[in-house]
């Protein structure tokens, strides 16, 4: 069932013990998201967690100031910017949560409606926005330690308010984090300005065997196993290179494939109007949004190049040809 | 004599025949300031014109719709985001101006008072807030054309409401920019993500020969004539490599040097806490902001790269002294 921010506040002040699950290869929005809800949740006398199957990154190690609490028998799941069930993480993991997932809170169109209830604004730029808006029908006014996990969400899915699904509310709403007084300078250096030298190496790796199509319209990244063997990076860090192939002059579809421990290949597309990302990678199992999208793809790396490549193809001759 | 917002304003309404000078290499707060104001004045009648020494970079050829008189004899010289007079173009050119600037709008804390009339806000990111202020005070609300001028100013110097000089002001002006229906997506594309193919060989070229001092605290990239030949981009195309030797993990202090046609080496910095990039830039003639900074050097380039490391070098020892 869908339900507005109003009833989504009531169920989580009508519950306790509270697991906040984040998706696999969690980033900024699910994670800074989740933590934000269960600071707040804390604040309202009520036991809860954040829980996710991968590992949070480094460097969200200032969310540890938000209180968790032992919920050994958790009593309410509630999935924060997770589209589908099988986000959550490997098959089987994720197999495991259908059915048992109470409340959804997410911002992709391509929401599958999994939860008990979902309540969903395809219209926020991330997920932040809607639990910020949570946040004010639970009359929890945030803190610091609050405030800078919704930052995180906000600039995490936006670049930087850079990224076409910036709005004026959410730069207001990261005004008012601002106004709490949230270590922003911290935040987007360790977000947004920091090379490691691995990370350099690896950008040096992966911008050389970068493979652009004839018509110049869409560019592919690679990220194999090796390259973060020997450039020392780990897959988080190699984040950044997802935003470089949309950027190239002229390329309306840019994606990165950076290969798993398994042989599949990890999609990351970006595109540009009027380009649909979702609608490629749903043709593969996967979604996201109009401008930014994921799906994995089964090696070995040729056949899934092709394969990703022949749906980009198609992609971008029907969106051009409705151009005309 | 120094001026708050209301007398700049009352300043522009009493004169017609206006000239808005930019500052040379231009960068989008000096011109977007420029031509916001120029449409502003428009709007009340008088006569305006933006003028730079240097070409208006491509980029910013929307701000064309701007409407722009012909000024051949003009009565009222303003320069807009000039810190100093020098900065107005070559030697003779700039001395020319010397004890004829009306007023200077600016926002560097190393503004030289060269004007008869100052309207200083050092604490605004760009030069574009001091002039949306002025705006109000004129009675202008601005248009599209107008709020885009705006929001190119305020997203430039704050390098998309990444750094650290961004305030909640900064981010509620955008706000009311987006507000007003800017294209926000076309601006923040070519401003932003836009890596043109000449681009893309000039930074491998340049970060190939990225100088790391020993102890990892700063790093140098270097643009010669020839990587421009070579590579084919032009100068403004370079201006993204600025914001990388900063970002390098460890390093205090990023510097871009590139070669002039006359042999001088134009010295853009970017610190991090607790460096001080104005006082290093001070110390070689230039200024500007306390974590981004610029001056000109002599070369020939391996004498001009000692003093420019010399000076980065005191400045780190200076700073990392005080912090302990």
Redesign the interface.
């Known amino acids: 069932m869908r339900v507005d921010i109003r009833t989504a506040a009531g169920l989580l002040k009508a519950h306790d013990n509270i697991l906040f699950i984040c998706h696999s290869n969690p980033d900024g929005d699910t994670i800074g998201s989740a933590f934000a809800l269960c600071g707040a949740l804390d604040r309202l006398g009520k036991k809860c967690r954040v829980s996710c199957y991968d590992r949070i990154p480094a460097m969200y190690s200032f969310m540890s100031d938000i209180p968790q609490s032992e919920v050994p028998q958790p009593e309410y799941l509630v999935a924060v910017d997770v589209a589908d069930l099988d986000l959550i993480g490997p098959d089987e993991f994720s197999a495991s949560f259908a059915g048992k997932i109470d409340l959804c809170i997410d911002h992709h169109a391509s929401n599958t409606f999994y939860a008990e209830n979902t309540c969903l604004d395809e219209d926020a730029a991330a997920a932040a926005e809607t639990v910020l808006l949570i946040l004010g029908e639970l009359g929890v006014k945030p803190d610091k330690d609050i405030a800078e996990c919704i930052y995180v969400g906000l600039s995490t899915d936006t670049g930087?308010?850079?990224?076409?699904n910036?709005?004026?509310?959410t730069?207001?709403m990261?005004?008012?984090m601002?106004?709490i007084g949230i270590d922003?300078?911290m935040i987007?250096?360790v977000m947004?300005?920091?090379?490691?030298?691995s990370y350099?190496i690896l950008e040096?790796m992966a911008?050389g065997g970068i493979r652009i199509s004839d018509d110049g319209k869409y560019a592919v990244i690679t990220v194999t196993r090796e390259m973060l063997d020997v450039s020392g990076a780990d897959e988080n860090e190699s984040h950044a290179l997802k935003?470089?192939p949309?950027?190239?002059?002229g390329v309306l579809v840019g994606a990165t494939m950076t290969e798993q421990k398994d042989g599949d290949f990890r999609v990351s597309l970006r595109s540009?109007?009027p380009a649909d990302a979702s609608a490629i990678c749903s043709k593969m199992g996967g979604g996201g949004h109009i401008r930014a999208a994921g799906c994995t793809i089964a090696g070995p790396y040729e056949a899934a190049y092709a394969t990703l490549t022949g749906h980009i193809e198609e992609e971008i001759a029907r969106a051009t040809a409705n151009d005309r």
Chains 1, 2 share one sequence.
């Open positions: 930087c308010f850079r990224y076409s910036t709005t004026a509310r730069l207001r990261a005004a008012d601002y106004d922003v300078t987007n250096k947004f300005e920091t090379r490691t030298k350099n040096s911008l935003a470089i949309r950027e190239i002059e540009n109007a």
